[in-house]
């Protein structure tokens, strides 16, 4: 009977451990680290509710300054907070620490932030050159969808990485011989998919986000 309860109570203290790690992320930093996810959790939920509401609006009318988002602006900072808290709440690595954010973890994360914010200061100089991506341009699209795709693998899994990849790996090598003539196509240089995957509308930061809502 003994260890009838204590196989029940450990399988219970896996499903929550499971529960736990989808909802908040596998890593519990203590300290600072812990305290600073926590606050950029409160801040994502706070922006949400500032969107939503009126508030912009009215602010806008009393201060004189636009305060109001669009909607593609919106998406920008929205995963902006997505890359940031899957970076540092869900460990890269099954070997990673749990209780602290490694280094690397936060470089990462200030990369996939500077890749959405990079679309959002610079958006009137990119709408100008729209469909003649720079260097620049290429290389934060590269990072902001390096950046995506390792954040759906922390908090996803490997399997949805791998669907995308497929996509991704079609818009580039469509043109290969092995690919079935119904649905060959010429592929794209990388720097038309970048462009368009990257810096316009219908980029990453317009996806809708994979990660779960604070």
């Known amino acids: 009977m003994s260890a009838e309860n204590d196989t029940r109570r450990n399988k219970d203290v896996d499903v929550d451990m499971m529960v736990a790690e989808v909802e908040t992320g596998a890593r519990s930093a203590a300290g600072t680290a812990g305290t600073f996810i926590l606050a950029l959790a409160f801040v994502w939920s ?12 009215v ?68 709408a100008n050159r729209a469909g003649l991506p720079t260097t620049s341009d290429i290389i934060i699209s590269i990072i902001g969808m390096t950046s995506l795709a390792l954040a759906v693998y922390r ?24 690919m079935p003539d119904a649905i060959q196509w010429r592929g794209r240089p990388l720097a038309r998919p970048c462009g368009i995957s990257g810096c316009s509308p219908r980029g990453f930061s317009a996806l809708p986000s994979a990660f779960p809502h604070p």
Not at 155 to 178: E, K, M, N, R, T
């Open 46 to 57: 706070g922006f949400q509710l500032y969107i939503a509401s009126n508030i912009p609006y």
């Open 155 to 178: 908090s996803l899994g490997l399997p949805l990485v791998i669907v995308a990849s497929v996509f991704v790996f079609y818009v580039f090598f469509g043109h290969v011989d092995f």
């Open 59 to 126: 602010l806008t009318e009393l201060l004189g300054v636009n305060v109001v988002f669009n909607n593609q602006e919106a998406r920008q900072f929205h995963l902006a907070f997505a890359l940031a808290l899957a970076s540092l709440a869900y460990p890269l690595f099954k070997s990673a620490p749990r209780d602290r954010v490694p280094f690397y973890d936060w470089i990462l994360a200030i990369l996939g932030v500077s890749s959405c914010l990079y679309l959002f200061f610079f958006k009137e100089s990119i």
